[in-house]
């Protein structure tokens, strides 16, 4: 079965500074998906960023982008120049159209980040 | 605005009692899901739905039924079968099924039995 794995069950930056949360997961699939997650106090989640697996370019949204190693299984989310409104909960997560879990979202276990003015 | 709508937002149960989740998406999206959050955990599938009128178990069904009868509501029922119901609950839909793509959530329901 797949898992994501979230090492970090918390972090913390200065606003304007730069943070790096950390993701792994396994699969045994060769086409699949990733996606970063953010959850703010609200509890609405929302889609920040997104990874095919097939495409060796790191993902980029604004001020979010990704460090996908393949081999490694890991998929990490960099946040440049911190904001006050980017705390929130941090959830990645992983989607195959193949194998068992067809179209199934799993979710990591999260991150939650703290911005410091 | 298209979106998807939960109700309410917050719900109080006796032990022992069913109860029903609303969720209502107008993205004219063909699958819905039933996540639920617990404190420190990720999101567990509950059910999902990819067309109307079928629908499958996900990680953690027991103690939990749902209906797909029309293409916009994914009701969940939490039953008095459900040992631990006091949780957070998302409903989520996405455009395609089978799908890789983004899925969309609504705000959520949080659920207290006692």
């Known amino acids: 079965a797949q898992t994501v794995t979230q090492s970090q069950p918390e972090m913390s930056v200065q606003e304007a500074e730069t943070v790096t949360l950390s993701c792994t997961y396994d699969?045994?699939?060769?086409?699949?998906?990733l996606f970063w997650y953010k959850q703010p106090p609200s509890r609405q989640m929302i889609l920040v960023i997104r990874?095919?697996?097939?495409?060796?370019q790191n993902a980029t949204e604004n001020r979010f982008s990704v460090n996908f190693q393949k081999a490694a299984k890991s998929f990490s989310l960099k946040i440049s120049d911190s904001q006050l409104g980017d705390a929130a909960m941090y959830f990645c997560?992983?989607?195959?159209?193949?194998?068992?879990?067809?179209?199934?979202?799993?979710f990591g276990q999260g991150t939650i980040l703290t911005v410091h003015p | 605005d298209g979106g998807i709508t939960q109700s309410p937002k917050y719900l109080f149960r006796k032990e022992g009692q069913n109860v029903t989740l609303s969720c209502e998406q107008n993205?004219?999206?063909?699958?819905m899901y039933w996540y639920r959050q617990d404190p420190g955990q990720g999101l567990r599938l509950i059910y999902y739905?990819?067309?109307?009128?079928?629908?499958q178990k996900g990680d953690i069904a027991e103690g939990y039924s749902v209906s797909r009868e029309k293409k916009e509501s994914f009701p969940l029922t939490v039953t008095s079968a459900q040992k631990n119901p006091t949780a957070f609950y998302l409903c989520?839909?996405?455009?395609?099924?089978?799908?890789?793509?983004?899925?969309?959530f609504g705000p959520g329901t949080r659920l207290t039995v006692t």
């Open positions: 990874q095919e697996a097939y495409k060796q």
């Open positions: 997560a992983y989607i195959s159209p193949g194998g068992t879990s067809y179209g199934k979202l799993t």
């Open positions: 989520a839909s996405s455009p395609t099924s089978p799908t890789v793509d983004e899925q969309y």
């Open positions: 739905s990819q067309i109307v009128n079928d629908f």
């Open positions: 993205l004219n999206h063909d699958a």
């Open positions: 699969t045994s699939e060769s086409d699949y998906y």
